[in-house]
């Protein structure tokens, strides 16, 4: 099956501050999907992309398929901001997961 | 409003009891799946059906069952054959297979 790999692992964070979440995988996917897992465990859309570059306010996210990685980009991040985000591909016949990067964002 | 539910949220169970978890969606969805996640870690997909009266297995099916009578249900039996099913619990549906997930919130099962 397809692997996927999320770095870094864990991210501690300013309020305010920028960061770059990476997700790398090893083979051709048909979608990619970014999510944020809150407290209370409910996954949260992000981005639907495939390819190339979306913008939702504060975060955006590229992808560049023929390299098999995709970024997450938080800017001026907030405490609200906090909690695990995970990337999920595309591949055979099901969506996998990365293990997450855990955001923590201090007051 | 659109959306999948789940229920129950929380769930407490003796060992050698099956439970059966909920999950609705009216988004009119045609495929649905259900995941696991255990602490600290990625969801592990269980089950999948594409279609009404039809569902395939996923990575971690033993001790699973599930059904899809209606395209609106798709609930997921944990039997007393699995080993250690304490997990949360997630459901997901998209349009069609390959199609964009979105997920419930989840049961959090614990069994003792």
């Known amino acids: 099956g397809i692997q996927v790999e999320q770095s870094p692992p864990d991210l501690i964070l300013q309020e305010g501050a920028n960061s770059t979440l990476r997700c790398n995988f090893s083979?051709?996917?048909?979608?990619l999907q970014w999510f944020h897992q809150n407290p209370w465990g409910q996954l949260i859309n992000l981005f639907y992309?495939?390819?190339g570059t979306k913008q939702n306010g504060r975060l955006s996210a590229t992808t560049v398929a023929t390299e098999r990685y995709s970024l997450l980009y938080i800017s001026s991040s907030q405490t609200t901001d906090s909690g695990v985000y995970f990337c999920?591909?595309?591949?055979?016949?099901?969506?996998?997961f990365g293990a997450g990067t855990t955001v923590t964002v201090r007051a | 409003d659109g959306g999948i539910t789940q229920s129950p949220k929380y769930l407490f169970r003796k060992e050698g009891q099956n439970v059966t978890l909920s999950c609705e969606q009216n988004?009119?969805?045609?495929?649905m799946y259900w995941y696991r996640q255990d602490p600290g870690q990625g969801l592990r997909l269980i089950y999948y059906?594409?279609?009404?009266?039809?569902?395939q297995k996923g990575d971690i099916a033993e001790g699973y069952s599930v059904s899809r009578e209606k395209k609106e249900s798709f609930p997921l039996t944990v039997t007393s054959a699995q080993k250690n099913p304490t997990a949360f619990y997630l459901c997901?549906?998209?349009?069609?297979?390959?199609?964009?997930?979105?997920f419930g919130p989840g049961t959090r099962l614990t069994v003792t």
């Open positions: 999920a591909v595309w591949g055979d016949y099901k969506l996998s």
């Open positions: 083979d051709s996917v048909n979608n």
């Open positions: 997901a549906s998209s349009r069609d297979r390959a199609g964009e997930q979105y």
């Open positions: 059906s594409q279609i009404v009266n039809d569902f």
């Open positions: 992309i495939p390819s």
């Open positions: 988004l009119n969805h045609d495929a």
